[in-house]
T-cell receptor, first 116, second 115 residues
């Protein structure tokens, strides 16, 4: 078990609604990354936050947005949900700088989002 | 753009035997990291092994080792003395050295361990 926790574990939403997913980072970590993992696929990078600023973004539309708080926890918000947004959403926390071992990413167990 | 390809959707191995999972990647960068992650049914991604591209020596972690061929852009994972607990999805991943764990993942290989 890592120190990264995600909530909720499962969620069902209706197309067009908005959703907020939460990630609590591991102690001592200042960076949180979010990934979308569709069924049968590898995770895809959504964006990363470092010290409350967005620090990189993958190929996702603006309706995917995020926040990072002073305690380095993070939220992923998705507006105007579409059926294709159904997926497992993973967050990973890490230290931004240091040796490869010091900057190892630790993943949470994910939030399974179903859009109907 | 960086791409990671895993051409083996499923693999199986007898307990105590050795299995090799394949991965190729494409990048124009020279300084990057490569990873193998394991995802059991609990869904939590667990780091198996990491390779820095500037290192010529192949990484090893106990029963896990890699064959890193930089010129061929190939990065395979060898699991020796396979155990039942090794059964999981395995993902190969790439990140540039200065992007701090912004991973590009392959599509995964499902490993079954036969008792």
């Amino acid at each position: 078990e890592t120190g990264v926790t995600q909530s909720p574990t499962h969620l069902i939403k209706t197309r067009g609604q908005q959703v907020t997913l939460r990630c609590s980072s591991q102690s001592g970590h200042n960076t949180v990354s979010w990934y979308q993992q569709a069924l049968g696929q590898g995770p895809q990078f959504i964006f990363q936050y470092y010290r409350e600023e967005e620090n990189g973004r993958g190929n996702f539309p603006p309706r995917f947005s995020g926040l990072q708080f002073p305690n380095y926890s993070s939220e992923l918000n998705v507006n105007a949900l579409e059926l294709d947004d159904s997926a497992l959403y993973l967050c990973a926390s890490s230290r931004r700088w240091g040796s490869p071992k010091d900057t190892e990413a630790f993943f949470g167990q994910g939030t399974r989002l179903t859009v109907v | 753009a960086q791409t990671v390809t895993q051409s083996q959707p499923e693999m199986s191995v007898q307990e105590a035997e050795t299995v090799t999972l394949s991965c190729t990647y494409d990048t124009s960068e020279s300084d990057y990291y490569l990873f193998w992650y394991k995802q059991p049914p609990s869904r939590q991604m667990i780091l198996v092994i990491r390779q820095e591209a500037y290192k010529q020596q192949n990484a090893t972690e106990n029963r896990f080792s890699v064959n890193f061929q930089k010129a061929a852009k190939s990065f395979s994972l060898k699991i020796s003395d396979s155990q039942l607990g090794d059964a999981a999805m395995y993902f190969c991943a790439y990140s540039h050295s200065n992007t701090g764990n912004q991973f590009y993942f392959g599509t995964g290989t499902s490993l079954t361990v036969i008792p």
